[in-house]
């Protein structure tokens, strides 16, 4: 599920809202250090799932406690 370049998946499928969430959660818990002020920047690709799934990453991020800069 997880490639060199991000997450792979089919989305809505394999690759849902539900675990995208899961997985901007678990990355804030693992990637921050208690304390600190975390930024996180999360990217993808122009699929139309792309905004979904971003949505979800950035709400797992943001309900930890992280900023998150979306590139698009």
């Not at 208690?34 to 979904?52: C, K, Q, T």
């Amino acid at each position: 599920m997880f490639g060199t370049d991000g997450v792979r998946g089919l989305a809505n499928g394999t690759l849902t809202a539900e675990l995208a969430l899961r997985i901007g959660s678990g990355a804030a818990e693992v990637l921050t250090t208690p304390g600190e002020h975390a930024i996180a920047v999360v990217g993808r690709d122009p699929r139309a799932s792309g905004e979904m799934l971003t949505a979800a990453v950035t709400a797992g991020l943001t309900a930890t406690g992280v900023d998150v800069i979306d590139v698009g």
